[in-house]
């Protein structure tokens, strides 16, 4: 999905300064060469990880973008989130808001520099806000879930203060700011926007390699901390076995998310290793497209009672790696799951009796039932990565089990966003932070007309959520949330794999890394080398 055509055009709307702010600095992604050469690094980070967006870091054209801006140690947000999903203050220093939650006022932190040696001011601050203001609509990261088009954003450089003012209340903007969409880039100097984002992160790109290849990166020489690796090379890898074998060989140092329970555990016996896990947020799901067969709401209720999702989550192949549950919000956050009512728990025999009584039958005796005289074929869209094709194959065949047929179509990351984004499918499988705000707003808002990818529709639904994102008071927006789960419960909205914990493994050439619940922050200071 990502639009290059508009991101040229952006080059020519924005007023772009090819002269660097200081020493060090980088206006392209081979810039950073004034930067300690090759042969005079000494520590160098051999990271394995999958490629999301064909590798690109441009935080408009897809929301997989953004997030590895962030991961790569590029850019830094004006907040991020700890272990716990509060939020801290990171680019920022302090902040106020007024009564009304509509006026906020953030003082950045003295002495913040981008990796071109330009310095971190509140022009520049609001500078990127309005670039998203201006590209966010050609791509498909939907930065207006997090801060609204309508927001107005002044800057005072002689205070160091950025004031946003918006036209409805936040109950928790600066969650919302923490999202990787909102981290802030130097716009003004970005010549390539798909593989040349210019941030305050530890870690700058030296060259993009290539896609399915992976980066160059540097440390960055602007950086306000000491940054232990001079080089850290980020190799793409398609699966967890290629994760795996690199790990072993010693081809890298660090992975991310092995999904083989078989290796993790092997890594875990081995003292050679060292496995990092973090209870997660995130839920594994399937959207269900209503723009298509799966509108019947009885087929969705049988298709949701002919699968044993217990059973899958608890199989030899995902061995615990997910949580078994039914609600798009994990049971371990605090939003009632205890309390929901799933009617739709596993019974094939009472799946396939609704189907007999809706008319949704096999006539012609090939296995496959029909409806309005077409076989049911669903076309289930997926990707390998965090067990999603496993859990595909398991739903496709329980499926076929109660006389649905179902097709595989699985191929990368980027494949399966675009299927999802032009809705070119019946299933697509995903695993998302639930909580990326620290906050289920902007989770939840992938139900909601207005931001929907599934074309689910509810007024009930619709309410709540627009209720949800004016409601300041915390026991309010739980009841909210709990209310809201309950009616995609009810619909059979959703198809949920479970809630997955995410990790990091390396070997003894580092002393310390860590997998973070947020997920967002790979790349960072905390990652050191052994002595």
């Not at 962030?70 to 850019?75: A, D, N, T």
């Not at 596993?346 to 309005?372: F, N, Q, S």
């Not at 695993?431 to 992938?446: C, E, H, K, R, S």
């Not at 909601?448 to 409601?471: M, V």
Request: net charge negative; hydrophobic share 35%.
């Amino acid at each position: 999905m990502k639009k290059r055509a508009a991101f040229l055009l952006a080059a020519g709307l924005m007023v772009i300064s090819l002269t660097a702010c200081g020493s060090g600095s980088s206006t392209s992604t081979e810039g950073a060469s004034t930067a300690k050469t090759l042969d005079s690094r000494e520590k160098v980070l051999n990271f394995g990880c999958q490629m999301y967006d064909d590798g690109s870091v441009s935080t408009v054209s897809g929301e997989s973008s953004g997030w590895n801006c962030m991961r790569y140690g590029i850019s830094e947000g004006l907040f991020k989130f700890n272990d716990a999903m509060e939020v801290e203050p990171w680019l920022a220093e302090s902040y106020t808001v007024n009564e009304a939650h509509t006026e906020w006022v953030i003082k950045l932190k003295e002495g913040i520099v981008f990796s071109d040696g330009c310095p971190l001011t509140a022009t520049k601050v609001k500078a990127y806000f309005e670039y998203l203001k201006e590209m966010g609509p050609s791509g498909s990261a939907k930065p207006e879930k997090y801060l609204e088009y309508e927001a107005v954003v002044t800057a005072d450089d002689e205070a160091n203060t950025v004031t946003i003012v918006t036209s409805k209340p936040y109950a928790n903007l600066p969650g919302q700011l923490a999202h990787p969409t909102m981290a802030i880039l130097d716009v003004e100097h970005i010549t390539d926007f798909d593989n040349g984002a210019i941030g305050t992160g530890p870690y700058m790109i030296q060259e993009f390699i290539g896609v399915g290849v992976g980066y160059d990166m540097v440390k960055n020489p602007n950086y306000r901390e000491n940054v232990p690796y001079d080089e850290v090379k980020i190799l793409f890898m398609g699966d967890a076995s290629a994760k795996t074998m690199a790990l072993q060989s010693g081809q890298v140092d660090l992975v991310e998310n092995i999904t083989n329970v078989t290796d993790i555990q092997k890594f875990q016996e081995d003292e050679n290793f060292t496995v990092d896990i973090a209870s997660g947020v995130r839920c594994g799901f399937s959207w269900m497209n209503f723009n298509g067969v799966l509108a019947n709401k009885t087929l969705r209720q049988a298709i949701l009672m002919g699968i044993d999702y217990e059973e899958i989550c608890n199989s030899k192949t995902i061995g615990g790696l997910y949580t078994p549950g039914f609600s798009v919000l994990p049971k371990t956050l605090n939003y009632g799951y205890d309390k929901l009512e799933n009617p739709y728990s596993y019974d094939p025999e009472k799946a396939k009796e609704l189907l007999d009584d809706a008319g949704i039958v096999d006539t012609d005796g090939d296995g496959i039932r029909e409806l309005d005289g077409e076989n049911i074929n669903l076309r289930y869209v997926s990707y390998e990565n965090r067990l999603l094709n496993d859990f595909s194959d398991a739903h496709i065949q329980y499926l076929t089990e109660i006389g649905i047929g179902c097709t595989a179509d699985y191929g990368s990351s980027d494949d399966q966003w675009s299927k999802l984004a032009a809705g070119e499918y019946d299933f697509n499988n995903n695993n998302w932070i639930t909580v990326g705000t620290g906050d289920p707003l902007a989770f939840m808002a992938n139900w909601a007309t207005e931001s929907t990818y599934c074309s689910y529709s509810n007024p009930e639904y619709d309410a709540l959520y627009d209720e949800l994102k004016g409601e300041m008071d915390p026991d309010k927006r739980e009841e909210l949330v709990f209310q809201m789960q309950q009616i995609l419960i009810d619909d059979a909205a959703v198809l949920i794999d479970g809630y997955y914990n995410s990790s990091m493994i390396y070997s003894k050439n580092v002393a310390t890394a860590h997998i973070h619940t947020a997920d967002y922050y790979w790349l960072s200071t905390e990652i050191i080398p052994a002595e």
